[in-house]
């Protein structure tokens, strides 16, 4: 049963990613790097320094160094020094950048649709919990292989 649920979740992933991907591509962003959560995160925290974005979209800051450059360079965001520390930026969103959020999050929202067509509001609930379970225990195992890493060393 488990190998059975494994390949669903991993032809789930392949088909939402391939969604994801078609979408991101038709408003003009590259799939992968980032630049839809990062979009979307600074849209709802205007003026944040890259550091809050890497941590609160779980990018390292090489990547998002780079993502930040293509989305300025696509006149997406703004970045303007950090008046408090000289050595840091504040990133903002510019008018196609806030644009651009907003088709993100509408079409996030369709993509969710899709997923959720044809569910109950309880059957949505549940699978929800579930899944939540699922990542919990993939969580715990791969804190315990990190304590289990530290021992050895």
């Known amino acids: 049963m488990g190998q059975q649920l494994r390949e669903i979740l991993f032809q789930i992933e392949l088909i939402k990613r391939k ?15 980032g630049q839809a959560r990062i979009l979307v995160f600074v ?12 941590d609160a979209c779980m990018l390292d800051v090489t990547t998002m160094s780079r993502t930040l450059d293509k989305l300025q360079k696509q006149g997406l965001i703004i970045r ?4 408090d520390c000289r050595r840091s930026c504040r990133i903002s969103l510019t008018e196609e950048g ?4 907003e088709a ?8 969710e649709q899709m997923i959720c067509s044809g569910f109950r ?11 939540l379970r ?3 225990n993939l969580l715990s195992e791969e804190e ?3 304590e289990n890493e530290w021992k050895n060393e």
């Open 43 to 54: 849209d709802a925290h205007p003026a944040v320094t890259q550091k809050e974005i890497a």
């Open 104 to 111: 993100v999050r509408i079409g996030f929202a369709e993509i």
């Open 121 to 131: 509001e309880e059957e949505i609930r549940q699978l929800a919990g579930q899944l």
């Open 134 to 136: 699922i990542k919990e």
């Open 144 to 146: 315990s292989e990190q």
């Open 98 to 101: 806030r644009e651009k959020a």
């Open 19 to 33: 969604r994801v991907q078609e979408f991101l591509l038709g408003i003009g962003l590259t799939p992968g790097q």
């Open 80 to 83: 303007e020094r950090d008046p």
